[in-house]
């Protein structure tokens, strides 16, 4: 079946820092990539979003690209914020009905 | 001009009891979604709803009824509450118009404490 791998959290960086945090999936198909994000007593807003391989998705200075080969969708921030503070959800849908499928979720601390 | 809410925002019940949740969204969308979110963060859909038809149906004890009286709302019911169901509810909704993948608009969830 289609599951989502991301890292294990917490991720604790402190300001300024080069965020990565691993996506990995299984699918069948060509699923369609997002990264959610959490901000603390809130719904998930969508960050970043890519079709088909190859496609870079991009918002708010964070990046990830579709990498059919390697199955990966890794997210990207070159210069981090304390407003970055956040969970972040990798997740796929593929196949009909729009379902999305979450990661485990990473929590991300970011220090002054 | 709130996309897609959610009431309560916060629930606190005993065992047993039986509670409803409920979900607008004024986007225009046509399906609809309920998630549940447990303690670790991990999320889980629950059922679907297009043009008032369900159409996903996830492994959920039929003590969960969804219930989508139009387009716009989609309620959740819940019969004899356990302890088990406490979790955090998001509902969602897309439109399946137009380009193939359908970005989902989440509401701010309801947070169900069972005691």
């Known amino acids: 079946g289609n599951s989502v791998t991301q890292m294990e959290g917490p991720v604790t960086l402190s300001e300024e820092a080069f965020l990565t945090i691993n996506c990995t999936y299984t699918a069948t198909g060509y699923p369609s990539l997002f990264w959610y994000v959490q901000y603390p007593g809130e719904g998930l807003q969508l960050l970043l979003k890519?079709?088909?391989?190859?496609d870079k998705g991009s918002n708010k200075g964070f990046e990830a690209t579709y990498r059919k080969e390697t199955t990966s969708f890794h997210l990207e921030k070159g210069s981090v914020q304390v407003s970055d503070s956040a969970v972040y959800f990798c997740a796929l849908v593929s196949g009909g009905y729009n379902k999305l499928i979450f990661g485990a979720g990473t929590r991300l601390a970011v220090h002054p | 001009d709130t996309a897609v809410s959610q009431t309560p925002k916060y629930l606190v019940t005993q065992m047993g009891n039986d509670k409803s949740i409920k979900c607008e969204q004024n986007?225009?969308?046509?399906?609809m979604y309920w998630y549940k979110q447990d303690s670790k963060k991990f999320l889980k859909i629950m059922f679907s709803y297009n043009n008032k038809e369900l159409i996903i149906n996830e492994t959920v004890p039929n003590r969960f009824s969804p219930k989508s009286p139009d387009k716009a709302h989609l309620n959740l019911h819940i019969n004899s509450l356990e302890l088990g169901d406490s979790a955090v509810y998001f509902c969602?909704?897309?439109?399946?118009?137009?380009?193939?993948?359908?970005?989902?608009?989440f509401g701010p969830g309801t947070r169900l404490t069972v005691t």
């Open positions: 986007l225009g969308h046509d399906t």
């Open positions: 890519a079709t088909k391989a190859d």
């Open positions: 969602a909704s897309s439109s399946s118009r137009g380009t193939r993948t359908y970005e989902q608009y």
